[in-house]
């Protein structure tokens, strides 16, 4: 009696033509099954995956800059300032937290500040009388930012690895999450005017349909390419320019010169409510 060939069988699609060609994104995923063996690389390809993905979404759904909170203050003392707590977002889609307010002294920005203001006038001291009689330095601009950062913690016992010759030794298990502040005496390097420039067509617009504008500014490669730029300059979130004077008190403190701002979904979408009324109302 013949046996039947489970190979006989049609298979699905065996007669239907092939579809569109299959094109790999860098992106991979781990796809495990029972009886694998696991080994540290994979977990850290599962965390990169996760935090890719978190990341991206944040960079280029919602941009960089401050998401809440995050005001300079003046503080108590010399040439110190303080920063609220807050969140922001850098422009490769970190989320930087400050759970708490921080203390920051300017004195090393101000005095480079000033030594390079003296350097520019051609003279050692960039120091003038002022009105009270006294000789102080004339106040300087010194600029805030705030960029992401990170270190390894909680060391433990690692078992030999091929990588490390098969000695055992300590190894972090920990990643903690954190920032720095840098306070420069030079100013930030601007961020790429892809928004500001839409705003200005938007200002000017008036017979180009609303819907064609935005879809060349969402086709346009300068918004999806802006954390390639961002990657080269290790770019941080700027948070406020600080005028003070050297060896002595803050002056003046501009929270909106330099910062970024992200602003929440529903929010964006009233201001745009609000902006096309009243550019009815104009016409």
């Given at each position: 009696?013949?046996?039947?060939?489970?190979?006989?069988?049609?298979?699905?699609?065996?007669?239907?033509?092939?579809?569109?060609?299959?094109?790999?994104?860098?992106?991979?995923?781990?796809?495990?099954?029972?009886?694998?063996?696991?080994?540290?690389?994979?977990?850290?390809?599962?965390?990169q995956f996760h935090l890719g993905s978190a990341r991206r979404h944040l960079a280029e759904l919602h941009g960089c800059g401050t998401a809440a909170g995050l005001r300079v203050d003046a503080a108590e003392g010399c040439e110190a300032v303080l920063v609220r707590r807050g969140v922001a977002i850098d422009c490769l889609g970190r989320e930087i937290r400050v759970e708490k307010d921080v203390r920051v002294s300017l004195r090393d920005a101000a005095a480079r500040a000033l030594s390079r203001r003296a350097e520019r006038l051609g003279r050692e001291d960039?120091?003038?009388?002022?009105?009270?009689?006294?000789?102080?330095?004339?106040?300087?601009?010194?600029?805030?930012?705030?960029?992401?950062?990170?270190?390894?913690e909680r060391p433990v016992?690692?078992?030999?690895?091929?990588?490390?010759?098969?000695?055992?030794?300590?190894?972090?298990?920990?990643?903690?999450?954190?920032?720095?502040?840098?306070?420069?005496?030079?100013?930030?390097?601007?961020?790429p005017g892809a928004v500001g420039r839409l705003l200005?067509?938007?200002?000017?617009?008036?017979?180009?349909?609303?819907?064609?504008?935005?879809?060349d500014f969402i086709?346009?490669?300068?918004?999806?390419h802006a954390a390639a730029g961002c990657r080269e300059r290790h770019g941080c979130a700027g948070l406020a320019r600080v005028r003070v004077v050297p060896g002595g008190e803050v002056l003046d403190i501009d929270n909106c010169a330099i910062r970024p701002l992200l602003l929440p979904t529903a929010l964006a979408a009233g201001l745009a409510r609000h902006a096309l009324h009243l550019a009815r109302r104009g016409r």
């Amino acid at each position: 009696m013949p046996t039947h060939d489970p190979t006989d069988r049609p298979r699905p699609h065996e007669h239907e033509p092939p579809g569109p060609a299959f094109h790999p994104s860098p992106v991979t995923r781990n796809r495990y099954f029972y009886g694998m063996l696991l080994e540290a690389q994979d977990m850290t390809e599962e965390q990169q995956f996760h935090l890719g993905s978190a990341r991206r979404h944040l960079a280029e759904l919602h941009g960089c800059g401050t998401a809440a909170g995050l005001r300079v203050d003046a503080a108590e003392g010399c040439e110190a300032v303080l920063v609220r707590r807050g969140v922001a977002i850098d422009c490769l889609g970190r989320e930087i937290r400050v759970e708490k307010d921080v203390r920051v002294s300017l004195r090393d920005a101000a005095a480079r500040a000033l030594s390079r203001r003296a350097e520019r006038l051609g003279r050692e001291d960039a120091r003038a009388p002022s009105r009270a009689g006294r000789c102080d330095p004339e106040p300087v601009e010194v600029y805030l930012s705030l960029c992401y950062d990170e270190a390894p913690e909680r060391p433990v016992q690692a078992l030999g690895a091929p990588e490390g010759g098969c000695a055992p030794a300590c190894a972090s298990s920990r990643v903690r999450h954190g920032f720095r502040i840098d306070v420069s005496a030079d100013p930030p390097e601007p961020e790429p005017g892809a928004v500001g420039r839409l705003l200005d067509r938007l200002h000017r617009c008036e017979r180009e349909r609303l819907d064609a504008l935005l879809c060349d500014f969402i086709l346009d490669e300068a918004p999806a390419h802006a954390a390639a730029g961002c990657r080269e300059r290790h770019g941080c979130a700027g948070l406020a320019r600080v005028r003070v004077v050297p060896g002595g008190e803050v002056l003046d403190i501009d929270n909106c010169a330099i910062r970024p701002l992200l602003l929440p979904t529903a929010l964006a979408a009233g201001l745009a409510r609000h902006a096309l009324h009243l550019a009815r109302r104009g016409r």
